[in-house]
């Protein structure tokens, strides 16, 4: 069974750093790219980003580029999005997702993390 | 980057009805048009792909079409569990951009 899991419900100062995960099982975890998606409280899906965890090859939205960081480590088949330097308005649920060759589509996703940031 | 725009932003419908989400991308994308549906709280779900291929699981009264340049989303029959957002995303270049989402209520 394919399953992908996140890691936990975090709160966070605005200036903290933060990694969360996503833990993929039931699949080769190097023959699908994971995605990355935003969704603010009340608002709409934001497509944030994609890496290969194969080659460890990753492009962004220009909307993220520059605030986060995506990663993949093969070795424990897990995905990672993170934060230097987090703001409040990185508040918002964050899901992953395993994104399919045949037309890019995201066929299995996480549960969600959600991010909260307040001072 | 290409915008995805999608239409209509909400509407209101009953169970039985059949409902129609359009979508029109800012420049071309072939077929590489996905749609997802939303509820609060859970993970998108993928309900078809490549703009007219009905996912494996997902009811036959999803179905999705393209003529030019707009793709659609039907709902034929509503269901109950059919109330949720509806989004469209193009994978044809990235960013993968979505639409802003049509919400489907009672």
């Known amino acids: 069974e394919v399953q992908l899991v996140q890691s936990g419900a975090e709160v966070k100062k605005p200036g903290e750093s933060l990694r969360i995960s996503c833990q993929v099982s039931?699949?080769?975890?190097?023959?699908?790219?994971i995605t990355w998606v935003r969704q603010m409280p009340g608002k709409g899906l934001e497509w944030m980003g994609r890496?290969?965890?194969?080659?460890?090859?990753?492009t962004y939205s220009p909307s993220f580029q520059g605030h986060v960081t995506i990663s993949a480590d093969k070795s424990v088949s897990t995905a990672y999005l993170q934060w230097t330097s987090l703001k409040a308005s990185d508040t918002a649920m964050y899901f992953c997702?395993?994104?399919?060759?045949?037309?890019?589509?995201?066929?299995?996703w996480g549960q969600g993390t959600l991010i909260t940031v307040s001072s | 980057d290409i915008q995805m725009t999608q239409s209509p932003p909400s509407l209101s419908a009953s169970v039985g009805d059949r409902v129609t989400i359009t979508c029109r991308p800012s420049q071309t994308i072939t077929i590489n048009l996905n749609w997802y549906q939303s509820k609060p709280g859970k993970a998108p779900r993928l309900l078809i792909f490549g703009a007219t291929v009905l996912q494996s699981g997902v009811p036959s009264r999803f179905s999705g079409a393209h003529s030019g340049a707009a793709f659609t989303l039907t709902i034929n029959t509503l269901q109950p569990e059919d109330f949720a957002t509806y989004y469209c995303q193009q994978t044809y270049s990235s960013p993968h951009t979505f639409g802003q989402g049509t919400k489907v209520d009672i």
């Open positions: 039931g699949y080769n975890f190097v023959a699908y790219w």
């Open positions: 997702a395993r994104q399919r060759p045949t037309f890019g589509e995201s066929d299995y």
């Open positions: 890496t290969d965890p194969s080659g460890s090859y990753t």
